[in-house]
């Protein structure tokens, strides 16, 4: 089975300034995809940003972005000007393309935003 | 578009009784998932549904656990008898068929086991 590594616990960051959450994974497939999740405190979890492995390039979504690095099995996220709503669990989740499209989680990085 | 539908909400039981959770998927929706969250840990999958079909239950303590999807729509999970280490938040997702396409998630049922 896939594994899915998020090795910060927990981050802080000051509002307004960026912070970059880490991720790695290791697969043998060459067909999947990969999402942060956001979890709020005792609220729903939500899509945050997806990626495509054969797409090259990072995706972006407002203030979220990502950094592919395929070779290197990892997927890190960065989220610029923080606002204190950021504050959440994250989670990054890898689906396999080819094999039951079973989703794999990471354990999660506690993100606090400073005022 | 209505999301994912989940109850009850929250749930206290005592250890050896029985409790059941249901979740209604996003319409046309074929995957459904039932993950179980313990505080402080990421989602760990319990069962996945494709249709009406069984993709992956390989994690569901199946002395205790089962789980149904009845006409490839509402699912039930059911615990009998419950024991204290399955407090949790027990979270339902669903999912279009493709890989592309991402999970939403439901609010969740938190389970209390005393």
């Known amino acids: 089975a896939q594994t899915v590594t998020q090795s910060q616990p927990e981050m802080s960051v000051q509002e307004a300034e960026t912070v970059t959450l880490s991720c790695t994974y290791d697969?043998?497939?060459?067909?999947?995809?990969l999402f942060w999740y956001k979890q709020p405190p005792s609220r729903q979890m939500i899509l945050v940003i997806r990626?495509?492995?054969?797409?090259?390039q990072n995706a972006t979504e407002n203030r979220f972005s990502v950094n592919f690095q395929k070779a290197a099995k990892s997927f890190s996220l960065k989220i610029s000007d923080s606002q204190l709503g950021d504050a959440a669990m994250y989670f990054c989740?890898?689906?396999?393309?080819?094999?039951?499209?079973?989703?794999?989680f990471g354990t999660g990085t506690s993100l606090t935003v400073i005022p | 578009e209505a999301g994912v539908a989940q109850s009850p909400r929250y749930k206290i039981i005592e250890k050896r009784q029985s409790v059941a959770f249901w979740c209604n998927p996003i319409?046309?929706?074929?995957?459904l998932y039932w993950y179980q969250q313990i505080l402080g840990q990421g989602p760990k999958l319990l069962i996945q549904?494709?249709?009406?079909?069984?993709?992956?239950d390989s994690q569901l303590p199946k002395d205790r656990f089962s789980a149904e999807r009845l006409k490839g729509v509402d699912s039930t999970l059911k615990i009998q008898p419950a024991k204290l280490e399955d407090s949790a938040v027990y979270l339902c997702?669903?999912?279009?068929?493709?890989?592309?396409?991402?999970?939403?998630f439901g609010p969740g049922t938190r389970l209390t086991v005393t």
């Open positions: 997702a669903s999912s279009l068929l493709g890989g592309t396409y991402e999970q939403y």
């Open positions: 549904f494709q249709n009406n079909g069984v993709v992956d």
């Open positions: 990626q495509e492995a054969y797409k090259q």
């Open positions: 319409s046309g929706h074929a995957t």
């Open positions: 697969t043998s497939e060459s067909d999947y995809y």
């Open positions: 989740a890898y689906r396999s393309g080819d094999t039951g499209n079973q989703f794999y």
